[in-house]
T-cell receptor, first 112, second 114 residues
Framework: QQQVKQSPQSLIVQKGGISIINCAYENTAFDYFPWYQQFPGKGPALLIAIRPDVSEKKEGRFTISFNKSAKQFSLHIMDSQPGDSATYFCAASDTGRRALTFGSGTRLQVQP | DAGVTQSPTHLIKTRGQQVTLRCSPKSGHDTVSWYQQALGQGPQFIFQYYEEEERQRGNFPDRFSGHQFPNYSSELNVNALLLGDSALYLC?????????????FGPGTRLTVL
């Protein structure tokens, strides 16, 4: 029940295109869903996060869509840029335990 | 405002040895969590410290232990190292008293076990 499943494993997008990464969870106690960006040799950096009381959150070119009934959430990167090339992780936690459960990651490559 | 810092950056040990990794949380944060990230995988939760006590623990053996100091900094100790312990060890800090679940990660310590 602790799993977070992430897809696709890798993604190639043209500059200016939309990158979409999907995650699904099983544990209904999860109430916090962040996305992290990680460059090689660096720690994960928080991009954007959402709670289940809203269905969408947008920050700049990054948008999280959340479907509570389907237990799914996704990250959309609009106008993708070569500098967005990195590995993206979805994660989930619950207020009580506060331990993040991560997806397996998506390696995004944005071609110029 | 300093973010999360970790030391050392890299470490090479041999099987059976012991290692200590260190973490200083983001200024104002009171909670430290440790994660293990194997190559090509997502981080796995090891444990979390708040008020100098281990509050939560993931599925890791007792060879993994930790400590939190009064200034909120933390150490991760791993005994009897195995080849499979080779990974990037990440520290994350948060402010528990704020009710926020947001965790900020440090750059990690790359541990290689030979």
């Amino acid at each position: 029940q602790q799993q977070v499943k992430q897809s696709p494993q890798s993604l190639i997008v043209q500059k200016g295109g939309i990158s979409i990464i999907n995650c699904a969870y099983e544990n209904t106690a999860f109430d916090y869903f962040p996305w992290y960006q990680q460059f090689p040799g660096k720690g994960p950096a928080l991009l954007i996060a959402i709670r289940p009381d809203v269905s969408e959150k947008k920050e700049g070119r990054f948008t999280i869509s959340f479907n509570k009934s389907a237990k799914q959430f996704s990250l959309h990167i609009m106008d993708s840029q070569p500098g967005d090339s990195a590995t993206y992780f979805c994660a989930a936690s619950d207020t009580g335990r506060r331990a993040l459960t991560f997806g397996s990651g998506t390696r995004l490559q944005v071609q110029p | 405002d300093a973010g999360v810092t970790q030391s050392p950056t890299h470490l090479i040990k041999t099987r059976g040895q012991q290692v200590t990794l260190r973490c200083s949380p983001k200024s104002g944060h009171d909670t430290v969590s440790w994660y293990q990230q194997a190559l090509g995988q997502g981080p796995q939760f090891i444990f979390q410290y708040y008020e100098e006590e281990e509050r939560q623990r993931g599925n890791f053996p007792d060879r993994f232990s930790g400590h939190q100091f009064p200034n909120y900094s933390s150490e991760l100790n791993v005994n009897a190292l195995l080849l499979g312990d080779s990974a990037l060890y990440l520290c994350a800090s948060s402010l528990r008293t704020s009710g926020s679940s947001t965790q900020y990660f440090g750059p990690g310590t790359r541990l290689t076990v030979l």
